[in-house]
């Protein structure tokens, strides 16, 4: 293999790699704003389930 042919197949393992990495990113980001989704679903559910305890509570003490 010359130089030449070296370089350049040590080039397109580049591209390919930096390809992947920006396709990783990609996931991550999205993943990221996913779990941020669900945090928020979870803290509104939550919240549901403190408020309707408390009117249960309210029910029961009638």
């Not at 920006?22 to 939550?46: P, S």
């Amino acid at each position: 293999m010359s130089q030449e042919e070296y370089y350049r197949t040590v080039m397109q393992e580049q591209e390919q790699l930096e390809m992947r990495l920006e396709d990783y990113r990609f996931q991550k980001e999205r993943l990221e704003w996913q779990l941020m989704a669900v945090t928020n679903d979870i803290e509104k559910i939550q919240n549901l389930i403190v408020k309707l305890e408390k009117e249960l509570g309210d029910v029961s003490d009638s």
